[in-house]
């Protein structure tokens, strides 16, 4: 028993004599490791960010019966503008103008915000290879063989590193591009529809329900066929401007230019094109977690700034001093636009849309009911 005990405590001391040789040989190792190269993509910190917006054209769209102003007609005659000798010709417009967008995706402008790297060279302050070195400040960043370990290659840094220091460059580059362009897809989801006193009740219950999310899109999007409404989807990265357009280009003489000829006279009517249905543009960004009020609901929100209209036309007949000459309509435009904060995953009524103005519909508003997701990438 005696020889035991005597033996345990003999090797217990060898294990305690062995440790600090061991966390040294550790210290020695991490000095010693091999430095690797390694390429990393900042495309996004170097390259502005792109905005999709919609453009709403020219042509301003008001409530009342209107008719377009008519454009440019050709001169005819001799010597005219794109006229020959005699006959003379009239000019319908080779682009007409439109609403903005076109087809079932809106077309659409963009515009752009500087890149992060832009910025930091605008306001005299460090590069981001910079930002690198002083985040990882306790790591040496000088060589012995006099050759650098970081270099920009413009959308791209090539480093020369330990596999440690890679990890930690890596993590940080991760949060900072995080940080300054958002690292998240979202969908959003939208419907139009048009309600009356009793619809309201309805839908003030159906989304602040319990059912599931999957329910409620359904019972909405029923509702919204049943009342002749609209209902958009929209993949967009967050902070980033996009937009989605449906509806109809609908032809529409604006009014006519006399056309002469051998012997004969007729008008010739001009024709434009009028962007008819529904536009959606929408941001989004993400709501850090400590600016969100801890209040036992989820924390998962993202502010939505939002621009959406839907342009409808009412036929009123043609007018019978220009019959056949003027195409006149009842137009009606719902605007809505603002900024909202929405829950992830739950449905929220957004806006009531301004009163329609058509004497058919018996809907007194049009509200407008989001739905914004995240897609795992």
Same mark, same amino acid.
Request: net charge negative; aromatic share 4%; charged share 20%.
């Given at each position: 028993?005696?020889?035991?005990?005597?033996?345990?405590?003999?090797?217990?001391?060898?294990?305690a004599?062995?440790?600090?040789?061991?966390?040294?040989?550790?210290?020695?190792?991490?000095?010693?490791?091999?430095?690797?190269?390694?390429?990393?993509?900042?495309?996004?910190?170097?390259?502005?960010?792109?905005?999709?917006?919609?453009?709403?054209?020219?042509?301003?769209?008001?409530?009342?019966?209107?008719?377009?102003?008519?454009?440019?007609?050709?001169?005819?005659?001799?010597?005219?503008?794109?006229?020959?000798?005699?006959?003379?010709?009239?000019?319908?417009?080779?682009?007409?103008?439109?609403?903005?967008?076109?087809?079932?995706?809106?077309?659409?402008?963009?515009?752009?915000?500087?890149?992060?790297?832009?910025?930091?060279?605008?306001?005299?302050?460090?590069?981001?290879?910079?930002?690198?070195?002083?985040?990882?400040?306790?790591?040496?960043?000088?060589?012995?063989?006099?050759?650098?370990?970081?270099?920009?290659?413009?959308?791209?840094?090539?480093?020369?590193?330990?596999?440690?220091?890679?990890?930690?460059?890596a993590?940080?580059?991760?949060?900072?591009?995080s940080?300054?362009?958002?690292?998240?897809?979202?969908?959003?989801?939208?419907?139009?529809?048009?309600?009356?006193?009793?619809?309201?009740?309805?839908i003030?219950?159906?989304?602040?329900?319990?059912?599931?999310?999957?329910?409620?899109?359904?019972?909405?999007?029923?509702?919204?066929? $049943? *009342?002749?409404?609209?209902? /958009? &989807?929209?993949?967009? +990265?967050?902070?980033?401007?996009?937009? #989605?357009? !449906?509806?109809?280009?609908?032809?529409?003489?604006?009014?006519?230019?006399?056309?002469?000829?051998?012997?004969?006279?007729?008008?010739?009517?001009?024709?434009?094109?009028?962007?008819?249905?529904?536009?959606?543009?929408?941001?989004?960004?993400?709501?850090?977690?400590?600016?969100?009020?801890?209040d036992?609901?989820?924390?998962?929100?993202?502010?939505?700034?939002?621009?959406t209209?839907?342009?409808?036309?009412?036929?009123?007949?043609?007018?019978?001093?220009?019959?056949?000459?003027?195409?006149?309509?009842?137009? $009606? *435009?719902e605007?809505?636009? /603002? &900024?909202?904060?929405? +829950?992830?995953?739950?449905?929220?009524? #957004?806006s !009531?849309?301004?009163?329609?103005?058509?004497?058919?519909?018996?809907?007194?508003?049009?509200?407008?009911?989001?739905?914004?997701?995240?897609?795992?990438?």
């Amino acid at each position: 028993m005696v020889r035991l005990l005597g033996l345990l405590l003999l090797m217990s001391g060898m294990l305690a004599s062995s440790a600090p040789c061991s966390a040294q040989e550790a210290a020695v190792a991490d000095a010693i490791q091999p430095l690797v190269v390694k390429f990393y993509d900042i495309t996004p910190l170097v390259t502005p960010r792109q905005h999709h917006r919609f453009n709403v054209g020219s042509v301003q769209v008001t409530g009342g019966d209107m008719g377009l102003a008519g454009g440019q007609g050709g001169v005819g005659g001799g010597g005219g503008q794109m006229g020959g000798g005699g006959g003379g010709f009239f000019n319908v417009p080779a682009e007409p103008v439109q609403m903005g967008g076109g087809g079932f995706v809106g077309g659409g402008y963009d515009d752009h915000e500087p890149s992060l790297k832009s910025s930091l060279e605008d306001l005299g302050g460090p590069s981001i290879v910079d930002l690198i070195q002083y985040a990882l400040a306790d790591e040496s960043w000088e060589s012995e063989d006099g050759l650098s370990l970081i270099d920009d290659l413009g959308h791209s840094l090539m480093i020369r590193q330990t596999e440690k220091v890679h990890a930690e460059i890596a993590k940080f580059l991760k949060e900072l591009t995080s940080s300054v362009v958002g690292n998240q897809t979202y969908r959003l989801e939208a419907w139009w529809i048009p309600v009356d006193m009793a619809d309201r009740g309805n839908i003030e219950q159906m989304i602040a329900g319990e059912s599931e999310v999957e329910d409620v899109r359904q019972q909405l999007t029923t509702l919204q066929e $049943a *009342k002749s409404g609209h209902h /958009g &989807t929209l993949i967009c +990265r967050e902070r980033l401007t996009n937009h #989605v357009a !449906s509806g109809n280009h609908v032809p529409v003489i604006s009014g006519s230019v006399p056309v002469v000829g051998e012997g004969v006279t007729g008008d010739q009517p001009i024709v434009r094109t009028l962007f008819l249905g529904l536009m959606l543009e929408a941001t989004v960004q993400a709501v850090p977690e400590y600016s969100v009020a801890k209040d036992g609901k989820s924390t998962d929100q993202a502010d939505v700034t939002f621009r959406t209209f839907v342009t409808s036309r009412d036929d009123k007949g043609q007018d019978a001093a220009n019959a056949g000459k003027i195409d006149r309509y009842s137009l $009606a *435009k719902e605007a809505a636009e /603002g &900024t909202c904060r929405l +829950r992830v995953g739950r449905p929220t009524l #957004v806006s !009531s849309l301004s009163e329609r103005t058509s004497e058919k519909s018996s809907s007194s508003e049009l509200q407008l009911i989001m739905l914004l997701t995240g897609i795992d990438e």
